[in-house]
């Protein structure tokens, strides 16, 4: 497991500009455990600090990586690529979000708390990121082991008003 990252003044990192990048390992990232099909693989991520031009403080993140996932549809591996840039807006602990920044696309608000742990920030990201039922772009319906088309359980019914309908 990597070690934990934290940023004590998450308001003083982005007022100051600063930057921070890692790399996660895939198995480090506990609430994907059930999404990825191994945590081999890891996720490369940069993190920086600004000032919008409402001087309000912001991070914008970035974060890369390959992340295998089971198609919904053909039950396959399919390689599923993150590429995620977020732009966030810090607001204080117990401070409300204003509306107008509710509608804004440009960036979600999140509430910025001492010790900001940057695992549980990238982490966040992704999980929202992935999505809900990945699949490939094309692909086939599994079929039966033995290549035999599944019958339909109606098909002894559509029989049965077929007769009916010579007699």
Not at 138 to 159: I, M, N, T, Y
Request: proline residues 8%; negative net charge; contains cysteine.
């Amino acid at each position: 497991m990597s070690q934990r990252c934290l940023i004590p003044d998450p308001f003083k990192f982005a007022a100051e500009g600063r930057k921070l990048s890692g790399v996660i390992p895939s198995a480090d990232l506990g609430r994907l455990a059930d999404v990825i099909l191994d945590t081999a693989g890891e996720v490369a991520y940069e993190l920086f600090g600004e000032l919008g031009l409402d001087r309000k403080p912001r991070l914008r993140l970035r974060a890369t990586g390959v992340f295998p996932l089971r198609c919904q549809r053909c039950l396959g591996r399919m390689d599923w690529p993150l590429n995620i840039e977020t732009r966030l807006e810090l607001v204080r602990p117990g401070q409300a979000i204003p509306e107008g920044e509710l509608e804004n696309d440009e960036f979600d608000a999140i509430e910025a708390t001492p010790d900001l742990d940057v695992l549980a920030l990238v982490e966040d990201e992704i999980v929202l990121a992935v999505p809900i039922a990945p699949r490939h772009e094309k692909c086939d319906v599994p079929r039966p082991s033995d290549g035999a088309e599944k019958k339909s359980p109606f098909a002894a019914l559509e029989k049965l008003r077929k007769s009916d309908d010579a007699t």
